[in-house]
């Protein structure tokens, strides 16, 4: 069975850092698309970045220059580094794995809030 | 502003039959496959259709999904109050590079 567990949410200060993890079980994440999406509190899901096979990464303008999406084979985990953290970058912050063009897979999320 | 447009709302009786649009351009709907995803308050997402009309395993036939174009709709027949919920089409954006999700319809059954 397929699960995702993010964590590493939590308060921060604008301008801070933070680094989100989200381990995967029942597949192997290196040989899956793995992506990040957001959800704003009370508002829609937003997509935020894209790692797939080797090093193929994409990210929204958003947070192009801020975040970094990477994972750990050997912890069969992804990750979500991000820096100069902002007010608007409030949200849960889900991990999906995608399959047949689709956040197939989802996790139960973690809390990101910014503020001072 | 999303890239994909849908309606903040719709609502029917139960029983009845609900279509939800998603209207997106030829860099997104018009040239990649659309997804559908069902959310509960305080839930995470969940996929409902892929490939444009496909549905996961364990998604009742109630739901279906077409596309035309550079739109694509969800269907929702039989209508029960346990369908009340968020609904999200997404899809790629060819010339943004990045996924794209439309703002969201909240299903009301009355």
């Known amino acids: 069975e397929v699960q995702l567990v993010e964590s590493g949410g939590g308060l921060v200060q604008p301008g801070g850092s933070l680094r989100l993890s989200c381990a995967a079980s029942?597949?192997?994440?290196?040989?899956?698309?793995m992506t990040w999406v957001r959800q704003a509190p009370g508002k829609g899901l937003e997509w935020v970045s894209l790692?797939?096979?080797?090093?193929?990464?994409y990210y929204a303008d958003s947070v192009k220059g801020r975040f970094t999406i990477s994972r750990d084979d050997s912890k069969n985990t992804l990750y979500l580094q991000m820096n100069s953290l902002r007010p608007e970058d409030t949200a849960v912050y889900y991990c999906?794995?995608?399959?047949?063009?689709?956040?197939?897979?989802w996790g139960q999320g973690t809390l990101v809030t910014v503020s001072s | 502003q999303s890239v994909l447009t849908q309606p903040p709302s719709v609502s029917a009786a139960p029983g009845q039959k609900v279509t939800i649009p998603c209207s997106g351009s030829s860099s997104n709907i018009g040239n990649n496959f659309v997804s559908w995803y069902q959310q509960f308050p305080g839930t995470a997402p969940k996929l409902l259709i892929y490939?444009?009309?496909k549905r996961p395993s364990g998604i009742p036939d109630r739901f279906s999904g077409s596309k035309s174009g550079t739109s694509a709709t969800l269907g929702i027949t039989g209508l029960q109050t346990g369908d009340e919920a968020d609904y999200y089409c997404g899809t790629w954006d060819t010339s943004l590079s990045a996924g794209v999700f439309g703002g969201g319809t909240k299903l009301t059954v009355l």
């Open positions: 999906t794995r995608d399959d047949y063009n689709s956040n197939w897979n």
């Open positions: 490939e444009n009309n």
């Open positions: 790692f797939y096979r080797s090093a193929n990464t």
């Open positions: 029942g597949f192997t994440v290196s040989n899956s698309y």
